[in-house]
Each structure stands twice: as structure tokens, then as C-alpha cells.
């Protein structure tokens, strides 16, 4: 179940940046596009106008829902579903252009076909993980730490516990959000070698700090 977590919150975060690169690169090409006469424009061709502004707006969009994918907010499925019907909605509009004899850009039907596919994985990855952590969560007292957890799902499991801080070495670090950061990539195995503290020790120490925690709640 714990690994099964971990790599869930690492292709989620992965999902998270990609989403935010994707709404820079909409905003750039779509704005060079939009408002810039020059190369970027005559590169484009046959550009349908209502798919790139569809595309440029939707970039400010996708920018927020990576954020909030990279900070694990509730909101974000609610952003993806919006993302996903106004790409569906784009693009059964840029159906009906191709069928009444428009012009296009074979480019703009893959690139369409990649962008609607991308955020159906992510939809479908967010539910996924949401009732992954429901489970995660109601079998609280069955929780192990092993060498491969990510810190971060640990402290977003039990809260900013001071044992728990002291048990990573990082109570020095001040406010919980930037510990919070520190942690996002790093495991129990890095984290025991960062501090040079043999794995075993730290594992035993940790589990005994939250066992610890578990017995004050």
C-alpha cells in the first residue's frame, strides 16, 4: 500500500509539471500567434483562430491546475473536469469547421489529440489517488514506513508532529510549508543516507516516533 502511494504522488507530481510547462508553452505560442505578426504566425499556416484562443486562455488554466496537482488540492479535479469538456467542446467545434470545408493544420488535430489525452490520464489519476488515500487513511493503525515512502506523504499523513521532524533531521527549517517542499522528492533511504544514519537505525527510529504519535492521539 505505501509503495503503491509513493509512486502514485511522484507520477502525479511528474503530471503536475507537465501540466504547468504545457499552460507556458499555450500561453507563448498561442500569444506569438494571436498577437505577434511574424515568424511564429507564419509558422502556424492554416491556424484556426477560435482553437488557439481556446488553447492560450485554457494555458492560464492549466498552469493553476499543475500548481494545484503539485500541491495535492481538492480543487484540481474540479479544474481537470472543466479542462476536459472545454477540450472536447474545442474540439467538436473543430470538427464541425474540418466538415463544412475549413481550413487546417494536420499538426492541430495531433496536437488536440495529445492535449485531451493527457488530461484524461490525469483525471483518471487524480480519482485513482484520491481513493487510493481514502484507503491509505482507514487503515491508519496498519501504516509501515519503509525505505522507499516519500518523507512528504509521512508528514501530510500525520501533521506538522515535532517527533517527526526531529526524526528527518530538518527541525532547524521554520515554517511547515517549507518543510513541506524540502521533503516532496526525498525518501527514507535518501534522507538516512543524506544524514548519514545507517537505514535500519532510521527506519527503527521513525516507526517508534510515530508509534509514539499514534499512542498521544
Known sequence: MIKKNTKQSVLLRIVGIVAILLGIMS?????????IDGA??????NFVPFVVWSNFLMGFVYILTGLG???NKNWTKVLIIFIVSITFLTFFDFSIHISMGGVFEN????VMTIRSLFWIFALILIIRSKKSVSKYVSNKDELLITKDTIVLDILEKYGDIEDVMEAF???SVGKYSVRKIITRFLTVERAAKIHKVPLDEFLNTLNEAIKLIKEKV
Open 27 to 35: 500561453l507563448k505560442s498561442g500569444g506569438a500567434t494571436l498577437f
Open 40 to 45: 511564429t504566425r507564419e509558422a502556424s499556416g
Open 69 to 71: 496537482i503539485w500541491l
Open 107 to 110: 499538426k492541430t488535430v495531433k
Open 169 to 171: 533531521g530538518i527541525k
